[in-house]
């Protein structure tokens, strides 16, 4: 008689393996549609009623996923998005991907994972593989996701599988997508580590199999946090050498032609998405359970999280000696409010940091986003909700003390915003090439 594991090998191997994807944003939604470009059969759950109905109808929420990809599988009954989660029960394959934020004190949030967790366990049925993609610490997948899916009476290992696989997906580039991006992979066990692997490598060019949940959970706090440590450091370089008189992006731009031994990282105004601002606080807070400190990533943290003020310092000492203002008095135009270039993701943006600081100082405050006509969700910043992006034009532009650059969408012209600004201040170097008009630019 066959095992479980066999089953679920043979359904993914001729591909009728039904796969499901809990959480469909920027994580799920491609993971969905990748399946779902191989041929087999996708179930999509979500708690947001709006997405599902966009969905249904063959739209897509998401900027850089086009409604093509979409409305094929919507008509034919091989894309399913729905609210309904008892249709659990239908799939073979599900995989988590669910936010993980941080609360009030900075402290993993696991609330997505535990209440998704106790809806699967009420449709578990044996022969099922179950995947945690969201970011999170060392020890979650073990100790908090197996033991409630265990309370449906099915065991990890015979019954039902369980792996964790991090995603690495990367909004916006056009060069890295869900499926040409390598996939670390492990498992309860090590039938549930190469199932995982025999049904991402149906749509990933490589899996990467490691030997425990473990290792998996710590890859993806690594890769962000040598991301979060590394552009504190040039964020500090930068503040170093603006009092130096020296542009770090001039030196930036000068080391990376060294073939060896450097990798360029770039300042800015603070740091944005889901993983690279949270991932350090996930792992100081397991770190302490184990009796460690995290010393060098916090003071890491410290310096990026400093960021916004020191933009706001160069920007109050710039109308100051550029236009004789009081930063107080002042209107300010926020440009670009999405967490980096060419996408419409505006998690953790330090955009919005600074917009509420900049408030709280008594400044009026707008923004223009060509990406992001509405603020919709800031998790953390409730009074943005529902602000609306001015629209572009020399007379909208014009009326602002001064333009703050957060963002450098390429489909700005920023030609044109420092001809409409009375002062540009720069914070992602968008405005290099333009030496006729340093007068008015600053970079922060």
Same mark, same amino acid.
């Given at each position: 008689?066959?095992?479980?594991?066999?089953?679920?090998?043979?359904?993914?191997?001729?591909?009728?393996?039904?796969?499901?994807?809990?959480?469909?944003?920027?994580?799920?939604?491609?993971?969905?549609?990748?399946?779902?470009?191989?041929?087999?059969?996708?179930?999509?759950?979500?708690?947001?009623?709006?997405? @599902? &109905?966009?969905? !249904?109808?063959?739209? +897509? *929420?998401?900027?850089?996923? %086009?409604?093509?990809? /979409?409305? =094929?599988?919507?008509?034919?009954?091989?894309?399913?998005?729905?609210?309904?989660?008892?249709?659990?029960?239908?799939?073979?394959?599900?995989?988590?991907?669910?936010?993980?934020?941080?609360?009030?004190?900075?402290?993993?949030?696991?609330?997505?994972? @535990? &209440?998704?967790? !106790?809806?699967?366990? +009420? *449709?578990?049925?044996?022969? %099922?593989?179950?995947? /945690?993609? =969201?970011?999170?610490?060392?020890?979650?997948?073990?100790?908090?996701?197996?033991?409630?899916?265990?309370?449906?009476?099915?065991?990890?290992?015979?019954?039902?599988?369980?792996?964790?696989?991090?995603?690495?997906?990367?909004?916006?580039?056009?060069?890295?997508?869900?499926? !040409?991006?390598?996939?670390?992979?492990?498992?309860?066990?090590?039938?549930?580590?190469?199932?995982?692997?025999?049904?991402?490598?149906?749509?990933?060019?490589?899996?990467?199999?490691?030997?425990?949940?473990?290792?998996?959970?710590?890859?993806?706090?690594?890769?962000?946090?040598?991301?979060?440590?590394?552009?504190?450091?040039?964020?500090?370089?930068?503040?170093?050498?603006?009092?130096?008189?020296?542009?770090?992006?001039?030196?930036?731009?000068?080391?990376?032609?060294?073939?060896?031994?450097?990798?360029?990282?770039?300042?800015?105004?603070?740091?944005?998405?889901?993983?690279?601002?949270?991932?350090?606080?996930?792992?100081?807070?397991?770190?302490?359970?184990?009796?460690?400190?995290?010393?060098?990533?916090?003071?890491?943290?410290?310096?990026?999280?400093?960021?916004?003020?020191?933009?706001?310092?160069?920007?109050?000492?710039?109308?100051?000696?550029?236009?004789?203002?009081?930063?107080?008095?002042?209107?300010?135009?926020?440009?670009?409010?999405?967490?980096?270039?060419?996408?419409?993701?505006?998690?953790?943006?330090?955009?919005?940091?600074?917009?509420?600081?900049?408030?709280?100082?008594?400044?009026?405050?707008?923004?223009?986003?060509?990406?992001?006509?509405?603020?919709?969700?800031?998790?953390?910043?409730?009074?943005?909700?529902?602000?609306?992006?001015?629209?572009?034009?020399?007379?909208?532009?014009?009326?602002?003390?001064?333009?703050?650059?957060?963002?450098?969408?390429?489909?700005?012209?920023?030609?044109?915003?420092?001809?409409?600004?009375?002062?540009?201040?720069?914070?992602?170097?968008?405005?290099?090439?333009?030496?006729?008009?340093?007068?008015?630019?600053?970079?922060?």
């Amino acid at each position: 008689m066959a095992s479980n594991a066999d089953i679920l090998k043979t359904k993914f191997t001729n591909l009728s393996a039904k796969i499901g994807v809990i959480g469909l944003g920027y994580v799920g939604l491609p993971l969905l549609l990748a399946y779902h470009s191989r041929g087999f059969c996708t179930y999509g759950f979500d708690i947001d009623e709006n997405k @599902i &109905s966009l969905l !249904n109808n063959g739209e +897509s *929420y998401i900027k850089h996923i %086009q409604n093509h990809n /979409l409305k =094929s599988g919507i008509s034919d009954g091989t894309i399913i998005p729905t609210a309904d989660f008892s249709k659990i029960n239908d799939v073979d394959a599900l995989m988590i991907c669910v936010p993980t934020p941080l609360d009030i004190e900075k402290n993993p949030d696991l609330s997505y994972i @535990i &209440s998704t967790a !106790n809806e699967i366990k +009420s *449709y578990l049925r044996s022969s %099922q593989l179950i995947i /945690l993609e =969201s970011t999170t610490y060392p020890g979650t997948t073990r100790e908090i996701l197996k033991p409630i899916l265990e309370e449906s009476g099915l065991k990890s290992g015979t019954d039902i599988y369980i792996a964790f696989s991090p995603e690495r997906e990367d909004p916006g580039n056009a060069k890295f997508t869900t499926k !040409n991006i390598p996939k670390v992979v492990g498992g309860d066990g090590i039938v549930a580590r190469d199932l995982t692997c025999s049904l991402y490598d149906k749509i990933c060019t490589r899996t990467v199999p490691v030997s425990s949940l473990e290792v998996a959970e710590g890859v993806k706090l690594t890769e962000n946090i040598f991301r979060a440590v590394n552009i504190a450091m040039i964020n500090e370089l930068k503040i170093i050498y603006d009092k130096m008189g020296i542009d770090v992006w001039e030196v930036i731009d000068a080391a990376k032609s060294k073939p060896f031994g450097y990798m360029p990282f770039y300042p800015g105004p603070g740091l944005g998405g889901h993983c690279i601002p949270i991932d350090p606080f996930y792992l100081s807070f397991r770190a302490k359970q184990f009796g460690q400190d995290t010393k060098f990533i916090k003071l890491a943290g410290e310096l990026n999280t400093h960021m916004p003020h020191y933009v706001l310092d160069i920007l109050k000492k710039a109308m100051s000696e550029k236009l004789s203002l009081v930063l107080s008095n002042s209107k300010v135009l926020i440009v670009g409010v999405a967490y980096k270039k060419n996408i419409d993701d505006t998690r953790e943006s330090p955009g919005f940091v600074i917009m509420d600081l900049l408030e709280n100082l008594g400044v009026r405050v707008d923004y223009y986003d060509p990406l992001i006509t509405e603020i919709s969700n800031t998790r953390g910043h409730p009074a943005l909700v529902g602000r609306k992006s001015i629209k572009w034009s020399r007379k909208n532009i014009s009326q602002y003390d001064a333009a703050l650059i957060c963002t450098d969408h390429d489909v700005i012209d920023y030609e044109k915003l420092v001809t409409y600004s009375k002062l540009v201040v720069d914070t992602r170097n968008a405005t290099a090439s333009f030496t006729d008009s340093q007068f008015k630019i600053v970079k922060a």
